[in-house]
């Protein structure tokens, strides 16, 4: 006899969170549109609500403290826990918690809480709908959140903090504005619903949709489009190769508001220690990747030796440069132990430290241009190896 498996039982408060109020949105925000209309104000209103909470999110929950990418001060951490107790996401230290434990077994079905593999249904919200073994409670990867007083007050009055957000705010705007059923409906309603999807769609769409020029370890993706959605989360396959960086969008032209809002925070004096990774890094991500996606293409190619040849010579200046950069690297690091060693020394040692410091950073420019020139040779030796098996 055939079985199947069978499923856990629902969660019903979940299901009328993720499901009660999307039907509710669906029918009462038109008919009182209708029936009433709402105003330009009301819909800036929802758009400031719905951006105060997903950066919150993104800003707090996600980049400060699941991934400690820089530290912030007592009032922006207050900022993010209030806002983000407004995005209904459950508190700091399950968010953070769970999200710890999704980087650490990323697409493991067992263990990813909502793994990539179990399906794209399933990562967008099935796995938040009933009661999975990967939903279970573990803070032992959080115990840095348990020690933070601010995390631990949003976590104890957490169900009051969400309510005070989430229907007291948008009543008193309501009784100023003259409409409280709008705005509570554009305001309360529509906007929770929208910040909802908006920020399970990089659990599930950035895992499926996209491209991956930092690692093919795993399924995450890079999308520009899902990155305006998501307050910059959208370069997903970079975040889940360097995901103690503060920036998701490295370029200066990829949007990223969080990353901008980071960065505004650091120059007022509310943030500090943004962890940056080096550009030789990332240059070698890229470069990694690419290679095993030419030996791939290599291997299914026939009459490809010269190719194959030109391929291992530019393997061996990359074996160089990553030589190279460690060895530099270890002169960077005794040349601090000598300045902090000689901080009392005479001043002709300190403008010598100075000296071999630029020398160093001068160094490591040249490598990692050329790694930037390495990756555009790769690009050409791949489109060569496309027109010749388009030709054979």
Not at 32 to 44: F, H, P, T
Not at 57 to 63: C, L, N, P, S, V
Not at 202 to 228: K, V
Not at 359 to 387: D, G, I, P
Request: aromatic share 14%; hydrophobic share 40%; glycine share 6%.
């Amino acid at each position: 006899m055939i079985t199947t498996e069978q499923k856990p039982p629902l969660n019903p408060v979940n299901v009328a969170i993720f499901v009660g109020l999307p039907l509710a949105a669906l029918f009462l925000v038109p008919a009182w549109g209708v029936y009433s209309g709402y105003d330009a104000s009301q819909w800036l209103w929802a758009l400031a609500f719905l951006y105060l909470n997903g950066l919150s999110i993104t800003g707090g929950y996600h980049r400060l403290w699941s991934h400690r990418a820089y530290e912030a001060h007592p009032a922006l951490k207050w900022f993010y826990a209030l806002w983000g107790a407004g995005a209904l996401q459950n508190s700091i230290l399950i968010w953070s918690s769970d999200h710890r434990r999704h980087h650490r077994h990323v697409d493991d079905n067992e263990q990813d809480p909502y793994s990539a593999g179990r399906g794209l249904w399933f990562s967008h919200m099935g796995w938040m709908l009933r009661e999975y073994n990967t939903n279970e409670p573990d803070f032992s990867n959080a115990r840095d959140l348990q020690r933070d007083p601010i995390v631990m007050f949003q976590d104890r009055h957490y169900v009051a903090l969400t309510v005070l957000m989430n229907v007291g705010l948008p009543l008193l705007l309501g009784i100023w504005h003259g409409d409280i059923i709008g705005t509570l409906l554009l305001v309360g309603l529509l906007r929770l619903v929208v910040n909802h999807h908006v920020t399970f769609f990089i659990n599930s769409l950035a895992h499926f949709w996209g491209s991956r020029p930092y690692t093919e370890s795993n399924s995450a993706r890079d999308n520009g489009f899902l990155a305006f959605l998501t307050y910059g989360e959208g370069y997903h396959n970079y975040h889940h190769i360097f995901q103690t960086d503060y920036r998701n969008g490295i370029r200066w032209w990829q949007w990223d508001p969080t990353k901008w809002l980071i960065n505004a925070c650091s120059r007022v004096g509310l943030a500090r220690n943004l962890v940056r990774v080096p550009d030789f890094k990332i240059q070698r991500a890229i470069l990694d990747t690419q290679f095993q996606r030419a030996r791939d293409q290599l291997e299914c190619s026939q009459d490809a030796e010269s190719l194959r040849a030109t391929l291992e010579r530019e393997y061996q200046l990359f074996t160089e440069s990553i030589n190279a950069w460690t060895t530099l690297q270890a002169q960077r690091y005794e040349a601090k132990k000598a300045e902090i060693g000689g901080a009392l020394n005479e001043k002709k040692l300190k403008l010598q430290q100075k000296w071999d410091s630029v020398a160093l950073r001068t160094k490591f420019k040249e490598l990692e241009y050329s790694l930037k020139m390495q990756h555009k040779r790769l690009n050409l030796l791949m489109e060569q190896m496309r027109l010749q098996a388009q030709a054979a």
